[in-house]
């Protein structure tokens, strides 16, 4: 278990994720476009989904994000050394 943590940490390290935010499905893919993410190497991470956003800062209970209203998330992800 604790290699495998290790191991998560090492590729976390060489992740770079970039995740858009957005009311409505077009804008959120759209940034793709806007910000020139393609030229930076960064590809869709999955699917844009509607995602409850939640915020966890220390053992109390996590809050919810945009008054608990749902938004679509768009996670771009560069993977370093070309992969």
Partial sequence: ?????ADEAKDDREI??????AREF???AMEYHRQRLGEQRYAIEGQIKRHKFYLAE??????????????????????????
């Fill in 1 to 5: 278990m604790v290699n495998a943590m």
């Fill in 16 to 21: 770079e994720c970039i995740t858009v935010v």
């Fill in 58 to 83: 220390g053992p109390g209970p996590a809050k919810e994000l945009f008054d608990g209203e749902p938004y679509y998330a768009a996670t771009f992800v560069r993977r370093k050394g070309g992969k």
């Fill in 26 to 28: 077009t804008p959120a």
